[in-house]
């Protein structure tokens, strides 16, 4: 089914390996089975489509499976990852190839790092965003190093893991080096984050530099609180900046080396925790139609 609504052939080893994660999974990912139902569904859709109503089944069903992707479905990203595999659907031919999965999480990426410098919600990950990444980014691709390309590939599974994991486990101090990581990274390219960015850089460099407060001797719970006793006087000088509104940040994407800029962010600046195996949870799944969603 897969292979005909999204128009790519399987071999026998991927078909394999298909039925080995479906095998493995099916008793403990009820959002993978749900996903494999309402493929089943479409059997009689497709029975009857035209050519047309194929192409425009395709473009729904992958337009669905990516933006499930972007709110944090590794079961969609290995879905879309079939129809990405094509040639044909690639942006940017290479080793490996650009697809339109590594752009568009590479502007969630973006706007993730933008809204977290700033502390609010400024930027979105809108189709005019994602539309001017996957330009820029095709353009920049035969330049761009092979390791940098090897890791834009990994940006799509490397961001969901960082994100749903180490983001909230790390802590606050964690979050906020983040941030200044970020922020310094960006504000040549986005001046609206240039400001914040120095008072978040001041307000670490003032904590380190405290005799009372002895940086070096505390472990990462003791930094942890010792920035959080610091955050009053924080919002207190957020607030003496210029007001920074809503804006687009596709209008800073042409100045912007994107590929260099956000690459494969999260592991640029941090050093992994020790693993710790979640207990699985049933995922929520949208239906196919991105109407109703079912448990």
């Known amino acids: ?86 040639p044909k659907n690639w942006l940017a031919p290479g080793k490996p190839p650009l697809t339109r999965m590594t752009s568009d999480m590479s502007a969630e990426v973006l706007c993730f790092m933008v809204n977290e410098v700033m502390g609010k919600s400024v930027v979105s990950n809108d189709l005019k965003l994602k539309n001017a990444i996957a330009a820029k980014l095709t353009a920049e691709y035969p330049k761009i190093s092979a390791d940098a390309k090897q890791e834009l590939s990994r940006l799509p599974a490397g961001w969901l893991t960082f994100k749903d994991s180490e983001w909230f486990r790390r802590g606050d101090y964690f979050r906020e080096q983040m941030r200044i990581h970020w922020g310094q990274n960006l504000e040549a390219y986005i001046p609206e984050i240039k400001a914040i960015t120095k008072l978040r850089t001041d307000r670490l460099t003032k904590l380190k530099a405290d005799p009372k407060v002895q940086w070096s001797k505390l472990n990462s719970i003791q930094r942890q609180s010792a920035l959080q006793k610091t955050d009053l006087e924080f919002q207190a000088s957020t607030r003496t900046l210029p007001p920074v509104k809503i804006f687009q940040l596709a209008n800073y994407i042409n100045t912007m080396q994107v590929g260099n800029a956000i690459g494969n962010s999260p592991m640029r600046y941090y050093t992994p925790a020790p693993t710790v195996t979640p207990t699985p949870k049933p995922r929520q799944r949208r239906s196919l139609d991105n109407k109703n969603p079912t448990k």
């Open 1 to 86: 089914m897969y292979a005909q609504v999204l128009a790519v052939k399987f071999t026998p080893d991927r078909q394999r390996k298909i039925s080995q994660r479906l095998r493995k999974e099916w008793m403990t990912n009820l959002g993978l089975r749900n996903t494999v139902f309402q493929t089943i569904a479409l059997e009689p859709q497709i029975a009857k489509a035209t050519p047309a109503d194929l192409i425009q089944l395709q473009t729904k069903l992958v337009a669905n499976l990516r933006q499930q992707v972007l709110d944090g479905d590794a079961d969609a990203l290995w879905l879309v990852s079939f129809y990405d595999a094509s």
